[in-house]
């Protein structure tokens, strides 16, 4: 094609119709946020949804951390409170 009007439209709707399939074949919340945030391209569309799942894999990290630390971890007071009945005994 000589034209560089006609290849400059036919590769904007490539770009158009690669994002819609890209956006489209993401799952989950990946491809909740990608749709909300509209991406212009799929470039961008990939960064957000890695973004996401960066974002994911760090709170499920955290949540682990959390449990395993309330698991492992018991703190104890022994503060002389009127609301301790086996406390007043002593």
Do not use: W
């Amino acid at each position: 094609m000589d034209d560089p009007v006609a290849q400059r439209i036919h590769n904007e709707n490539a770009e158009r119709m690669l994002l819609a399939s890209f956006v489209t074949g993401l799952t989950g919340i990946h491809g909740t946020q990608c749709r909300y945030a509209n991406p212009q391209n799929t470039d961008q569309a990939l960064r957000i949804a890695l973004s996401v799942q960066e974002a994911e894999r760090q709170e499920k990290i955290s949540e682990s951390f959390c449990a395993n630390f309330d698991r492992s971890v018991r703190v104890m007071s022994k503060s002389p409170s009127p609301t301790h009945p086996d406390e007043e005994k002593q």
